[in-house]
């Protein structure tokens, strides 16, 4: 069945930039969503990407997507302690019923 | 402003005691959802309904009920609530570019 899979722990120092990887199964889904979770709140759509594009860039944040590896990532330049939250990739199920997400990745950043 | 607003934030119960939590959107659109949140695990969808009287099973029915008798609203019901159902729920719905969620109910059963 469909499938997201992405590491459940991040750690990286402020200023740096992080990147965070998801994988997919599904290729024949049309949406890809990056969402963050920060502690004891909802779920903020962060950004989404087209299947027909490859990278999409918004302030911070860049999203590659490698159709061919079903392979997305995140990379948030020059990370700050806010950006301390869960992030969730997401992809649109081929039947547009339902979102599928990843388990999540923690984000910590360190001084 | 666009918006999901779902009641209560949080809500402790004992097993077996019906409860619903609502869901209600201003944004006009037709796909509502329910998730829920489990440690390690994601999300994972319960109950979608792409209109007004049409609603389909998700991953994790089993347990739960809903109706949707009017666009803007999409409730929840727990008719006997288990344990089992301890978790963080969220509502969305869903428009051309994404889904807007609400801001989650945590449900604990004793």
């Known amino acids: 069945g469909e499938d997201v899979e992405q590491s459940l722990f991040l750690s990286v120092r402020e200023g740096d930039s992080s990147v965070i990887n998801c994988t997919y199964t599904d290729s024949s889904s049309t949406y890809l969503y990056w969402y963050k979770q920060e502690p004891g709140a909802g779920l903020q759509l962060l950004t989404y990407i087209f299947s027909n594009m490859d990278m999409k860039q918004d302030q911070r944040l860049t999203v590659l997507l490698n159709k061919k590896d079903k392979h997305l990532s995140l990379r948030i330049a020059d990370t700050q302690t806010g950006d301390s939250a869960i992030y969730f990739c997401a992809e649109l199920d081929s039947s547009a019923s339902k979102i599928i997400f990843g388990s999540g990745t923690r984000l910590s950043i360190r001084p | 402003e666009a918006q999901v607003t779902q009641n209560p934030r949080y809500l402790i119960t004992v097993t077996g005691k019906k409860l619903t939590v609502t869901c209600s959107q201003n944004?006009?659109?037709?796909?509502m959802s329910w998730y829920r949140q489990d440690p390690g695990l994601g999300l994972r969808q319960i109950y979608y309904s792409m209109n007004v009287e049409v609603t389909d099973k998700g991953d994790v029915p089993e347990g739960y009920k809903v109706s949707r008798k009017e666009k803007r609203n999409f409730p929840l019901i727990l008719e006997s609530p288990s344990p089992n159902q301890t978790s963080l729920y969220f509502c969305?719905?869903?428009?051309?570019?994404?889904?807007?969620f609400g801001s989650g109910t945590r449900l604990t059963v004793v």
């Open positions: 944004m006009n659109h037709e796909y």
């Open positions: 969305a719905t869903a428009g051309v570019t994404g889904y807007t």
